[in-house]
C-alpha cells in the first residue's frame, strides 16, 4: 500500500514557487466558497510517520487559509471529563460547524494506531474500532460532509535516517524546531502493519485516504495543498450540480414525500397498546415505594460511575413533564439533568443533527434525563417534512449506531413513548383550554398535530419497530391513566438500575467524593 | 446575623395547603413571562447548613417549575478541564441563557465557604475571594441578570440534633433518602461564622441574600417559594417600567448618544506613535530569530502549564492576520488555538458579552490567540452605537476585572493594537480594491468604518487609557510597515514569555505527556 510513497518523490524550489502563490490565492478563493448558503463541514485529517511532516502540514493549512474558517484540533490524552462519557463524546464535541473548516492533527486516527502498534489492542478489538471510527465518518460525510485524510509517509531507510538526524541535532542544542525525537513506541514496521489495516478498514467513498511521500519537504506541501484543492474544488462543484437538480425538481414539482405513506407497512404497535389504570391507593403505595428504590439504586450507580441516559418522547398532553418531574423528585438534584429539547439554536443547526445530543451527555454516575429527544428527526422532522425522505429514512440506522456507542460504554439507556388515545388526548387539550392557569400549555403547535395524528402514528410505528434494538428497546407506556404511566416508568427504571447495578458487580464504596455535601 | 433564623418558625400543614396551589402557579406564570423579548437571565443560589433542606428546596424548584426554562448545576470537585482554566472558568460556562433559570445548588460559595470553615483560607485571601465572586456577580447584574442567593439556616440545637438523627437512621437502615450524613468538616461554629462574612461581603444591591430558617419543611418551603415569587414578580415589573421609559424617550429622542463626543479628554496616544520601518535584510533575520525564541519558550511554557492569551486588535487593513499568520508559524499546531471574533451566535448573544470570550480558554499551557476580542464591546459596539452609553462605559471596568481573573490564574496576557495611518490605510484597501485575488478582503464594513475613523480615534484612546493595568498594559505597535509590525508583536512575546517562564522558575521537564506525538 505504502510502496508508491517511498519512491524519493521530489519538488525542485523553482517548481515549488512556481505553484505556491496559485495554491495559496486558490484556497482561500474555496474557502470563500464555503460559506455559501447550505454550506457543509470540512474535516481534514492529517496523520503519519513522525518526521514526515504532520506537524509543518497542519501549520501551513493553518496559517495559509483564512484563520476565520479553520480551526485545529489536537486530541491528547484523554482528560477526566472525557474518560467519563463515551469515547466518541470528545471527537463529536470537536466537529466544526458548517461552512468552515476542522483540521485534526492526528484526529481519531492517532490513539488507536498508537495503541495497535504497541500491541495493546488485539486483532479484533482494533477492528472493531476501526469500524467504529468508520461508522462515525460515514454518519458526518451522510450529512453532507467533506472528509479528507492524509497519511504522509516515509520508508523504512527515510525515516531512520531522519530520527538519527533529529537526535543528533537535539543532543547538540537541547532544543531545536521540531516537536519530538520522533519516537515510535511500537517500532517502524508494527505502526506501518497497523496503519496499513486503518487505511484499508476507513477508506470509504465518502471519507478517503491520500497516502502522500514526506521525503521532500517541497513536494509533500505542494502534493497536500493540491489535494486539498482538489477535494474542496470538486465538493464544490458537486454541491451546485446536485443544488440546481434540487431546484429543477422543485420547479417540476417532481419530489413527492411519497414515502410518508408508502412506507413498509410496520404493525401498528400503538392501536394494539392495552390501556391500564391504577386505583388511587395502589398508586400511593407503589409510587413511593418505588421513588425510595431509585434513588438508593441511583445513589448507588454515582457511586461506581454508572450512567444513565433517559429519552422520553409521547403524544402532546401525554405527561412526559409530569414522568419526569416525579422521577426526578426520587433524585439527588446533583447527579441528574433534564435536558429540553425544543428548537435547535444556530450553532446546533450548524452541525450534524447528533450533535445537540452528544454535547449534553452528562459525566459518570449522572443520569441525563431527555425531554424529547433525537427521535425527533424521524417524528416531527419526517411527519412536518422538514428533511427529505432519504434522510429521515438514513436516521434509523444513525440512531441506532449513536444509541450502541452509548451503551458501549456501560451507559443504561432507556426510551419511553408515553402512548394516549386520540380521544384522551382531545380531552386533555379541552381541559387545558378551561384553566386558565394551564391554557399556557397548550399552543398552536399542539392542534396543528393533533391534525397530523395518523402521519405521526405511521411514524412512530415505523421508529418502534426500526430502533427498538437489543440494547435498547422501546417501552410504550399506557398512559391515559397518568398514574398508571408514572408507576410503569419508574418500575422499569428501577428494574433497569438494579440490573444495570448487578451487571456491573455494584460494591458499596463508602468514601464520600468531596467528604462534605448537603 | 442569623438569630432571626433561629426562632423555630413553622407552618401548619393546613396553611401550607392553602399557599402551595398559588404559589407553583405563579411561579410558572412568571416563568413565561420571562421568555418576554429583551428577557434576562435568573441565577438562584441556594446553600444553607446541611440538613436545612438545600437538596429539598432544589428538588423542589425544578420540579414545580416548567424544566425546558429551568437548569439545575452543582460544582463538584474541579475537574481536571476546570482546573487548567482560572477559577470562574466554570462559573462562567455554567451561566444560564436570557429567558431561563439557572439554579445552583451551592454554587460559587459552597467551595469557598468550606475552605475558610476548615481553616485551609487565611481572613486575607477569603475576604479576596468573596471580593470575586462579588464583583463576578456585580458583572451580571449590571447586565440585567437577576440574582437571588438563599441561605438556609439552622440553629445549633436543632443542628445536633438533626445530625443525630440522620446517623441513627443512616446506621439502622443502611441508606436513606438523604443526602449524607450531614457532615460539617469544619464544625458549625466555624462554618456559622465564614457563612456570616460570606453574606456579609457579597451582599449588594443587585444581588441579595435571604436567610431562611429550615428547621420546619413546610415553612422554608412556603417561605423560599414566596422569595423566588417576590423577586421575579418585581424584577418583571421594573423592567417592564423601564422599557416603557425606554419606549417614551425613544419618541422624544432625548437620548444622545453624547457621551461619544463629550467623553473625557484622552490623550491622543494614537497620534502620537512614531510609524517606523525595518530593512528587508534586517527583518529576514530578526524574524527567524524570534520565531525560534518563541517556538522553544512555549514548547516549555507547554511543559509547566504556562497559560498564553493574546488579543490583536486594530483598525480594518492594518495587518492583524499577518501578524497572527506568522506567529501561528512559531507554534506546534498541538499547543495554540485562533478564535477570530465576529459577529455573536445566538447562543452567545443570549449570555452576557464576555461569556463567549470565557467559553474560548485554551487548556492550561496552551495560547489563545484572539482575532479581535473583548475589546469590541468599547469599539465597534460603542462607535456603531448597538449600545447605550453607560454600557460601554462600564464594560472598562468588566474587562478589567476579566483580565485579572485570567491573570490572577498566572495566566500571561497580552493586548495588541496594530495601529497604521489614515493614508496607508486608504492605500491598503485601494490595493486591495485592485487585485483580483485580494478584493474578497475588502468589505463593505471597511468602508463604513474608516468612515467613523475619528470616532474610533475617540474609542481607543480612551479604551487604552481606561485598560491599560499593570497585569495588562496595551502594546501600541507600529503598523505603517508590516515587516516592521511582525518583529514588534514577536519581540514584546519572546520577552514576555522568558519573563513569565523566568517569574514561574522554569525548569525544564524531559518526560513527554504522551509519549508519542510527531
Redesign the interface.
Known amino acids: 500500500m505504502f510502496e508508491p510513497a517511498e519512491v524519493g518523490a521530489k519538488l525542485s524550489k523553482h517548481a515549488f514557487d512556481h505553484l505556491k502563490e496559485g495554491l495559496r ?1 486558490d484556497l ?2 474555496l474557502q ?1 466558497d464555503l460559506r455559501e448558503p447550505g454550506d457543509v463541514p470540512v474535516i481534514l485529517v492529517v496523520t ?5 511532516g ?2 509543518d502540514t ?2 501551513l493549512l ?2 495559509w487559509m ?4 479553520i ?2 484540533t ?1 486530541f ?2 484523554p ?3 472525557e474518560r467519563e462519557r463515551p469515547p466518541f463524546w470528545r471527537y463529536w464535541r470537536s466537529l466544526p460547524a458548517a461552512g468552515t473548516i476542522g483540521l485534526y ?2 484526529g481519531w486516527y492517532e490513539e488507536t494506531l ?1 495503541q495497535a502498534a504497541v500491541g495493546r489492542l488485539s486483532a479484533k478489538n482494533y477492528a472493531q474500532h476501526l469500524g467504529r471510527i468508520a461508522d462515525f465518518e460515514r454518519t458526518l460525510s451522510d450529512d453532507g460532509a467533506l472528509i479528507v485524510k492524509i497519511w504522509l509517509h516515509l520508508g523504512a531507510q527515510v525515516f531512520k535516517h531522519r530520527r538519527k538526524e533529529h537526535r543528533d541535532a537535539d543532543a547538540l542544542v537541547g ?1 531545536r ?1 521540531t ?2 525525537s ?4 511500537g517500532g517502524y514496521n508494527r505502526t506501518i502493519k497497523a496503519a496499513g489495516k486503518m487505511i484499508e478498514t476507513t477508506l470509504k467513498p465518502g471519507a478517503p485516504w491520500h497516502i502522500v511521500e514526506g521525503t521532500d519537504d517541497r513536494y509533500r506541501r505542494a502534493t497536500v495543498l493540491g489535494l486539498v484543492r482538489t477535494a474542496l474544488a470538486d465538493h464544490l462543484k458537486l454541491r451546485r450540480k446536485q443544488r440546481k437538480k434540487a431546484e429543477k425538481a422543485r420547479k417540476k414539482k417532481t419530489v413527492e414525500n411519497t414515502l410518508i405513506a408508502a412506507g413498509t407497512k410496520q404493525r401498528n404497535v400503538l392501536s394494539t397498546l392495552p390501556m391500564r389504570s391504577v386505583t388511587h391507593r395502589a398508586y400511593q403505595k407503589k409510587f413511593h415505594a418505588l ?2 428504590r431509585i ?2 439504586a441511583h ?1 448507588k450507580a454515582r457511586e461506581i460511575g454508572l450512567s444513565t441516559v433517559l429519552a422520553f418522547e409521547g403524544w402532546d398532553a401525554a405527561g412526559k ?1 409530569g414522568v ?3 422521577l ?2 426520587a ?4 447527579n441528574y ?2 435536558i ?1 429539547i ?1 428548537t435547535p ?3 446546533e443547526m450548524a452541525h450534524h443533527y447528533l450533535w445537540r445530543f452528544w454535547r449534553q451527555l452528562q ?1 459518570a454516575g449522572r443520569m441525563t434525563i431527555f ?1 424529547r429527544s433525537w427521535y425527533g428527526r424521524v417524528l416531527v422532522e419526517r411527519v412536518d417534512k422538514l428533511i427529505p425522505p432519504d434522510t429521515w429514512t438514513r436516521a434509523y440506522s444513525e440512531i441506532n449506531a449513536f444509541e450502541k456507542e452509548l451503551c458501549g460504554n456501560g451507559t443504561l439507556l432507556l426510551k419511553f413513548w408515553i402512548h394516549i388515545t386520540r380521544k384522551e388526548q382531545l380531552s386533555r387539550f379541552e381541559t387545558r383550554a378551561d384553566t386558565p ?1 394551564k391554557s ?1 400549555k397548550l399552543t398552536a403547535d399542539d392542534w396543528h398535530n393533533r391534525k397530523k395524528w395518523n402521519d405521526y402514528e405511521t411514524a412512530v410505528n415505523e421508529m418502534v419497530a426500526q430502533t427498538s434494538t437489543e440494547l435498547a428497546p422501546w417501552h410504550l407506556i399506557s398512559g391515559n391513566d397518568k398514574h398508571y404511566a408514572r408507576i410503569q416508568v419508574l418500575e422499569i427504571l428501577a428494574e433497569a438500575l438494579d440490573a444495570a447495578l448487578k451487571a456491573h458487580g455494584y460494591k458499596a464504596v463508602t468514601v ?7
Open positions: 490565492l482561500v478563493k470563500q503519519g510517520i513522525p518526521g514526515a504532520v506537524v497542519v501549520n493553518n496559517t483564512d484563520p476565520r474558517w480551526a485545529t489536537v491528547d490524552a482528560t477526566e471529563e492533527l492526528g498508537h532544543l524546531p516537536d519530538t520522533l519516537g515510535l513506541p421513588q425510595r434513588y438508593d445513589k413533564g419526569i418531574r416525579r426526578s423528585y433524585l439527588n438534584a446533583r439533568k433534564i429540553p425544543s439554536t444556530d450553532e459525566r425531554d392557569t399556557w464520600s467524593r468531596s467528604g462534605r455535601g448537603r
